[in-house]
Nanobody, 126 residues
Framework: QVQLVESGGGSVQVGGSLRLSCVAS????????MGWFRQTPLAARAGAAR????????????WNVNTAQGRFIISRDAAKNVLYLQMNDLLPEDTAMYYC???????????????WGQGTQVTVSS
């Protein structure tokens, strides 16, 4: 079993920055692969899957989805088992609930991750 706890969300102005954190505890093998997802209120009401943002393996290999290119940076402190998402130049369309996820295999999709945090809200206002 794995427990994930996110923090760092909040309300910012357009162009601002936030750093999200996700502390993982439990079975280390199940956190070899971690990622950040987000879901807007509209997507949640529509029952849409959470959208992947960035992913990282325990060895540090990273993968960013297009929406994150150049603005969002994923990193992890493997020793402390903490996952980070540095978000810069935030836009109103970045407003969403942000989730971290963990699993024991590589995936860019929500269904590939069995463990999820409770989410942290990010609101960007103009």
């Amino acid at each position: 079993q794995v427990q994930l706890v996110e923090s760092g969300g909040g309300s910012v102005q357009v162009g601002g920055s936030l750093r999200l954190s996700c502390v993982a505890s439990g079975d280390a093998d199940s956190t070899n692969y971690m990622g950040w997802f987000r879901q807007t209120p509209l997507a949640a009401r529509a029952g849409a899957a959470r959208a992947g943002i960035a992913f990282i393996r325990r060895n540090g290999d990273k993968w960013n989805v297009n929406t994150a290119q150049g603005r969002f940076i994923i990193s992890r402190d493997a020793a402390k088992n903490v996952l980070y998402l540095q978000m810069n130049d935030l836009l109103p369309e970045d407003t969403a609930m942000y989730y971290c996820a963990a699993g024991d295999s590589w995936s860019l999709a929500e269904k590939g991750y069995p463990y999820w945090g409770q989410g942290t809200q990010v609101t960007v206002s103009s």
